[in-house]
């Protein structure tokens, strides 16, 4: 069995402020995701990473960065919050050689900007 | 890319009863569809999927049907308790281009009342 970490749990900013959340897993998968969930609006995908040093834009990557340290680590950057924002975000990683299919979800990040 | 819509948004069952949920897609050469149950405050977690090769699969109280022609699956679960009381989610492959991304339903939050 495995584990996926999102650091930190809960993160309160400030408009316009840079954000950083964090997310390891130990399961060993090559490929990591991001997700940010809005009430109402399902799973919506920021940025994904294939392997080590791969980064892809999803749908929503505007306003966000990603970066892939390595490959147990996958980070995203709020690069301006906005006020008024309330969001969860979701780090996924996906089981070898299931093409991406099988995801396995960490507990989330819990934005809210002041 | 793919779409994918899933109804109801909100559905209220009686323990002991059955509770349906659909979800649609537009891709015919998707090939994967899994479904997420989320509890309160928890990540999703993979309860149960179904490849293109099949028609029904079961495990234990939950039935996923596909319907490849009406490009349709849904998910049922038999005998609902409290316990079943979550937001559930599917997903299809999103195919515009990568095999590794899932596009979700907007979810279903069901309540199952004693």
């Known amino acids: 069995g495995g584990i996926i970490t999102q650091t930190p749990k809960f993160l309160i900013g400030q408009e316009g402020q840079k954000l950083t959340l964090k997310c390891q897993q130990n399961?060993?998968?090559?490929?990591m995701y991001w997700y940010r969930q809005d009430s109402g609006k399902g799973l919506r995908l920021i940025y994904y990473?294939?392997?080590?040093?791969?980064?892809q834009k999803g749908d929503l990557s505007e306003g966000y960065d990603a970066s892939r340290e390595k490959k147990s680590s996958f980070s995203l950057t709020v690069t301006s919050a906005q006020k008024n924002e309330m969001a969860v975000f979701l780090c996924?990683?996906?089981?070898?050689?299931?093409?991406?299919?099988?995801?396995?979800f960490g507990p989330g990040t819990r934005l809210t900007v002041l | 890319g793919e779409q994918v819509e899933q109804l109801p948004s909100i559905l209220r069952v009686q323990e002991g009863s059955s509770a349906s949920i659909n979800c649609s897609y537009e891709?015919?050469?998707?090939?994967?569809f899994p479904w997420y149950k989320q509890e309160p405050g928890e990540n999703p977690k993979l309860i149960i999927d179904?490849?293109?090769?099949?028609e029904r699969k079961q495990i234990q109280e939950l039935i996923v049907l596909l319907d490849k022609k009406a490009k349709r699956f849904s998910l049922h679960i038999t005998d609902t308790q409290p316990g079943d009381s979550a937001m559930y989610f599917c997903?299809?492959?999103?195919?515009?281009?990568?095999?590794?991304?899932?596009?979700f339903g907007k979810g279903t939050l069901l309540t199952v009342t004693p």
């Open positions: 996924a990683s996906s089981r070898p050689g299931t093409g991406g299919y099988e995801q396995y």
């Open positions: 399961f060993n998968h090559d490929t």
């Open positions: 990473s294939i392997t080590e040093n791969d980064l």
């Open positions: 891709d015919s050469a998707s090939n994967y």
């Open positions: 179904i490849r293109s090769n099949m």
């Open positions: 997903a299809a492959p999103n195919s515009g281009g990568s095999n590794y991304k899932l596009t």
